[in-house]
């Protein structure tokens, strides 16, 4: 059974510090992984996808994969209190044209 | 450059009635997915197509969930009998293929079902 799993929080960070974001998978299968951004009653909205071990940047996001670890990161450098949102971690087998199994989201808190 | 939308946004009805949700995917994409989301739980997959064709479904897609893609353009997801446990909702998503090239998948706004 594919599964991903997150800390549903909520995780609270002071304005302007790094917000850090975990998620593990279980399906070693898994080679793409994505994080949406979702605000209380909408629907998510992609913030990044890594495909490769390592690091990848996007403004304040960085994105961090080890498929050895099965574990991916997403970091908010600068947060701001628009970031207070659900970070739902999601993976996919192929290239994110299946079906994306998500974890169950972590409820950022981003105190002013 | 329109978005996915759906429609309705939102729908209630009764125990045993049947529903229809209709979503317009990105103009040029050629994927469309279904996912269904209860409160504080992520999204759950249900099925997608490539053009109009139905290429995977979930085992959450029982027999009273059927989905189309006639003309791989707009999609429409059909619940026949409503039960509560439908409550939930209804995410569509879409994104580009070609060959072994592939995009992220991009949501529209939900539509949100509410059996009574």
């Known amino acids: 059974q594919k599964e991903v799993e997150q800390n549903s929080g909520p995780l609270s960070v002071p304005e302007g510090a790094i917000a850090s974001l975990n998620c593990t998978y279980s399906?070693?299968?898994?080679?793409?992984f994505f994080w949406y951004r979702q605000y209380s009653g909408k629907s998510p909205e992609l913030i990044m996808s890594i495909y490769s071990n390592g690091d990848k940047e996007d403004g304040r996001f960085t994105a961090q994969l080890n498929k050895a670890s099965q574990y991916v990161s997403l970091l908010i450098r600068d947060s701001q209190p628009s970031d207070s949102a659900t970070y739902l971690c999601?993976?996919?087998?192929?290239?994110?044209?299946?079906?994306?199994?998500f974890g169950k989201g972590t409820h950022l808190i981003i105190q002013p | 450059d329109t978005g996915v939308s759906q429609d309705p946004r939102h729908k209630i009805t009764k125990r045993g009635q049947n529903v229809t949700f209709r979503c317009d995917p990105i103009?040029?994409?050629?994927?469309l997915y279904w996912y269904r989301q209860t409160l504080g739980q992520g999204p759950e997959f249900l099925t997608y197509f490539q053009n109009e064709a139905q290429l995977e479904k979930s085992r959450l897609l029982s027999d009273r969930f059927s989905a189309e893609r006639p003309k791989g353009s707009f999609s429409t997801l059909e619940i026949q009998r409503t039960e509560q446990g439908d409550s939930a909702m209804y995410l569509c998503a879409s994104s580009f293929s070609s060959g072994y090239v592939f995009y992220e998948q991009f949501f529209g706004p939900g539509t949100r079902l509410t059996v009574l």
């Open positions: 999601a993976a996919s087998p192929g290239g994110g044209a299946d079906g994306l199994t």
């Open positions: 399906d070693r299968v898994s080679q793409s």
């Open positions: 103009s040029e994409h050629n994927r």
